[in-house]
């Protein structure tokens, strides 16, 4: 996002913010989905009122629930939003994101990046266990557990297999870019889709080669083109 950021940079005034809980960012509780809202509705006040917001994965739909209850966000666009929303993937649990509170809140920090790496992410379980050696890695997942959390009090409902509720962004009329990589799974561009139709005034773009870890330089030109529209 640093990288990212930096492109934008060259073009517009760009903050950068970690998320509730994560990097310098504090974390008042309790923590409800308003608080996240308000988070980005500050930021969008203290750049002057009115502001442009681009979001990866979870963050995406944060960024449209916001967007909803927001006059003062202008356009909107997200890479590879969270939806899980047909049967080309395993849905998330029903009960994933009351899971993932409970293990926050015992403080199970280790289980609760494993299950949402093979919950959400897909990972296989036997790799969890190689994956806890790179030390510095799995660290930086454990030490942000609590937190995700709060991405499912989001998106749990929306990675349930199921079409996207056509009321829940209704309020969005503003331009949306909805953006997924060309090599990433079927189930992403699916949900990809299935977004830009419930939105009023979405355009797909698929940015060919990429995948979820996607390559600001690649990614970059296409926010910049759209936000300059």
Same mark, same amino acid.
């Given at each position: %996002? #640093?990288?990212?950021?930096?492109?934008?940079? $060259?073009?517009?005034?760009?903050?950068?913010?970690?998320?509730?809980? &994560?990097?310098?960012?504090?974390?008042?509780?309790?923590?409800?989905?308003? &608080?996240?809202?308000?988070?980005?509705?500050?930021?969008?006040?203290?750049?002057?009122?009115?502001?442009?917001?681009?979001?990866?994965?979870?963050?995406?739909?944060?960024?449209?629930? #916001?967007?909803?209850?927001?006059?003062?966000?202008?356009?909107?666009?997200?890479?590879?939003? +969270?939806?899980?929303?047909?049967?080309?993937?395993?849905?998330?649990? #029903?009960?994933?994101?009351?899971?993932?509170?409970?293990?926050?809140? $015992?403080?199970? &920090?280790?289980?609760?990046?494993?299950?949402?790496?093979?919950?959400?992410?897909?990972?296989?379980?036997?790799?969890?266990?190689? %994956?806890?050696?790179?030390? +510095?890695?799995?660290?930086?997942?454990?030490?942000?557990?609590?937190?995700?959390?709060?991405? +499912? #009090?989001?998106?749990?409902?929306? %990675? $349930?297999?199921?079409?996207?509720?056509?009321?829940?962004?209704?309020?969005?009329?503003?331009?949306?870019?909805?953006?997924?990589?060309?090599?990433?799974?079927?189930?992403?561009?699916?949900?990809?889709?299935?977004?830009?139709?419930?939105?009023?005034?979405?355009?797909?773009?698929?940015?060919?080669?990429?995948?979820? %870890?996607?390559?600001?330089?690649?990614? +970059?030109?296409?926010?910049?083109?759209?936000?300059?529209?």
């Amino acid at each position: %996002m #640093a990288q990212l950021a930096e492109l934008l940079g $060259q073009h517009f005034t760009v903050y950068n913010y970690d998320r509730r809980g &994560r990097g310098d960012s504090g974390d008042t509780q309790p923590f409800a989905k308003e &608080r996240e809202i308000e988070d980005l509705q500050a930021l969008v006040e203290d750049a002057g009122g009115k502001a442009m917001v681009f979001v990866l994965s979870s963050g995406g739909v944060v960024s449209l629930d #916001a967007a909803a209850v927001t006059p003062g966000i202008a356009k909107v666009g997200v890479y590879e939003p +969270a939806l899980i929303v047909d049967d080309s993937r395993q849905p998330v649990p #029903a009960d994933y994101t009351e899971h993932l509170t409970t293990l926050a809140a $015992q403080g199970k &920090r280790d289980e609760a990046v494993a299950y949402f790496l093979t919950q959400a992410v897909g990972i296989p379980a036997e790799y969890i266990g190689g %994956m806890k050696q790179d030390q +510095a890695t799995w660290s930086g997942m454990t030490g942000v557990a609590h937190t995700i959390a709060y991405d +499912a #009090a989001f998106v749990g409902t929306v %990675m $349930q297999g199921k079409p996207l509720p056509p009321d829940r962004w209704v309020k969005v009329t503003l331009p949306v870019l909805v953006a997924d990589g060309g090599d990433s799974s079927a189930w992403i561009h699916h949900g990809a889709d299935a977004l830009a139709n419930v939105l009023p005034h979405a355009s797909r773009h698929t940015l060919e080669g990429q995948i979820h %870890m996607v390559d600001p330089n690649v990614l +970059a030109p296409v926010i910049i083109a759209f936000f300059q529209k």
